[in-house]
């Protein structure tokens, strides 16, 4: 276990790992010789004797062991913490690469565990790792010098401290598994805070609702709290297993060891052994940083393995060919042709729920398309795929008659810009460069918004706004986009009836006349007239055309 965190760390952390590892050793080292010193200037006190020259020594190990120890500290900090940025920004990078329908299946409250609570458990190993590697130097330096002081109480302490260690190997296997339930409780616990949070009008209105949901999250505390009960059980019997082979090694060294060997003069020598009994107590000190670090390591293995699993499966569902590169350049159409496109949903036990297609259509460059259908009917799913958010089990998509591939998807995507029915509204205008803001302001004065929120520092003050006008704070940045194809999911649904008229007999022909191509979801039959074409879909079929 602590092999592979080694590993993990070897491989991920940049910096001057040796000088690091140089300087915790010697911080180790020259803290154990400070046990050698005080021993030596006790024993010459002991006999009647003064020596500068250990007091001298003392302060001198005791200056290089703080600024050994401060050094290491701090650079490993820093070397960690880069880690964790490079590992934190590298998850979210791939993140913005997996397909849409991965991010769907995933449960947020998974995600942000991993992306939060495990990467900052892994970041918290940093001074539990030093504390560990520095206590294990103490402790051989210890053993060793009890074994010049006594080869059979270097035995007898080895025997201690190796049976404390073989407890510990042989329950950490069933510490480990409780980890693993801990990790995905916690998932289930932020979900429920998800949904408490995103659901609170609806939790608000309905105390039946708010009771149930707050017996859910109960269940859930609770489990999740013997977890952690009976995880603390485990390390608190290991903790005291460490300490009964401790303090039974000082009876046995006080009690035992002048009676059996009571012919030997070193064990009838008192200084002897009271220079025993003080490396040994200075050994106890090392040994619980070591032992209390089993939890955090544990721990840390863990939230490492959820990682890197994490990261496994965003591997695996990046395109192989998608273009990476910083600046795409969006395509150019006349045309766009969905050839035989299908697309299926499968649910979590693999059994098919749902199937659009084959679906063939034509999209020609400035026309005005409708979409209309019952719920559930596809629609949305004919825009995913239509934008490439959705990758096709079937069929192709062809852009002047030529077939998008893989590689292509991210310049076919950069020609639209899209308001879906479940839309994030960003505060700031990422991807929009040199904004006009006057411009700006006119727009949110046409749009009824420069009472509502202001334009300041490349992002809107305030996005605090009912739905309706947060869709049409999201249409501005959409215009600003000025990409060439606009696709919208009912964007006039939630808006009164002067907005919604100002939407298709004003909007729509502006963009029409500016060459812009429009693809919008409706239910607004009064407006049928404002498109060029009327798409309906029913059952994952287009219907009539």
Not at 195 to 200: M, R
Not at 310 to 325: F, G, M, T, V, W
Not at 387 to 403: E, F, K, M
Not at 525 to 540: E, N, P, S, T, V
Request: hydrophobic share 45%; glycine share 8%; charged share 20%.
């Amino acid at each position: 276990m602590l092999l592979q965190l080694l590993r993990f760390f070897r491989e991920e952390a940049v910096g001057p790992k040796l000088l690091i590892f140089g300087t915790s050793l010697a911080s180790g080292l020259s803290r154990g010789l400070l046990l050698a010193v005080i021993n030596a200037a006790a024993e010459q006190t002991m006999a009647g004797r003064t020596s500068h020259w250990h007091g001298l020594l003392f302060l001198l190990l005791l200056s290089f062991y703080l600024g050994s120890d401060y050094y290491g500290r701090v650079r490993i900090s820093r070397m960690v913490e880069g880690m964790i940025q490079r590992l934190r920004l590298r998850i979210c990078d791939k993140l913005l690469y997996v397909e849409l329908s991965f991010i769907e299946g995933r449960d947020k409250g998974e995600l942000y565990t991993r992306l939060v609570h495990d990467i900052n458990a892994v970041s918290g190993l940093t001074p539990t790792l030093l504390g560990a590697f520095q206590g294990a130097m103490l402790l051989a330096f210890s053993l060793i010098y009890i074994g010049w002081l006594s080869p059979v109480g270097m035995v007898m302490t080895i025997v201690a401290v190796v049976a404390g260690a073989g407890i510990y190997l042989l329950r950490n296997k069933s510490a480990i598994a409780d980890f693993h339930r801990l990790a995905v409780k916690q998932a289930e616990f932020f979900g429920s805070i998800d949904a408490i949070l995103g659901g609170f009008k609806e939790l608000k209105i309905s105390r039946a609702k708010r009771n149930d949901i707050m017996a859910d999250t109960a269940d859930i505390s609770h489990e999740y709290r013997e977890l952690k009960v009976k995880r603390e059980q485990i390390f608190a019997v290991d903790f005291l297993t460490s300490q009964l082979s401790m303090f039974g090694l000082i009876a046995i060294v006080v009690f035992v060891l002048p009676l059996l060997f009571s012919s030997e003069l070193p064990y009838r020598d008192t200084t002897v052994i009271f220079q025993l009994l003080a490396a040994i107590l200075f050994l106890i000190g090392p040994l619980e940083v070591v032992v209390s670090s089993i939890p955090s390591i544990t721990q840390s293995k863990v939230s490492m393995d959820n990682i890197q699993g994490l990261e496994r499966d965003l591997d695996a569902a990046i395109a192989e060919q998608e273009n990476r590169a910083a600046n795409v350049v969006p395509m150019g159409f006349d045309t766009i042709k969905l050839d035989e496109l299908s697309f299926r949903y499968d649910s979590p036990q693999g059994s098919d729920t749902f199937e659009v297609g084959p679906i063939t259509l034509d999209i020609r460059r400035g026309e005005v398309l409708f979409i209309v259908g019952g719920n559930g009917s596809g629609k949305t799913t004919l825009l995913k795929l239509l934008t490439g958010l959705y990758l096709p089990v079937s069929g192709a998509i062809r852009v002047n008659g030529n077939t998008v591939e893989n590689k292509d998807y991210q310049a076919y995507r950069e020609m639209f810009t899209t308001i879906f029915s479940d839309f994030y509204l960003f505060s700031r205008l990422y991807g929009i460069d040199d904004i006009d803001g006057n411009e700006m302001h006119d727009l949110l004065r046409r749009f009824g918004l420069d009472k509502k929120t202001r334009y300041r520092d490349g992002g809107f003050t305030s996005i605090n706004l009912s739905t309706g006008q947060r869709k049409r704070l999201a249409y501005i940045s959409c215009y600003l986009e000025d990409r060439r194809i606009y696709v919208f999911d009912e964007l006039a649904a939630d808006q009164d009836p002067v907005f919604r008229q100002f939407f298709y007999d004003t909007l729509l022909p502006e963009l029409k006349a500016a060459g812009k191509t429009i693809i919008a979801i409706t239910h607004d039959d009064h407006y049928f007239h404002a498109c060029d074409r009327l798409i309906k879909m029913d059952y994952g079929q287009i219907e009539k055309s």
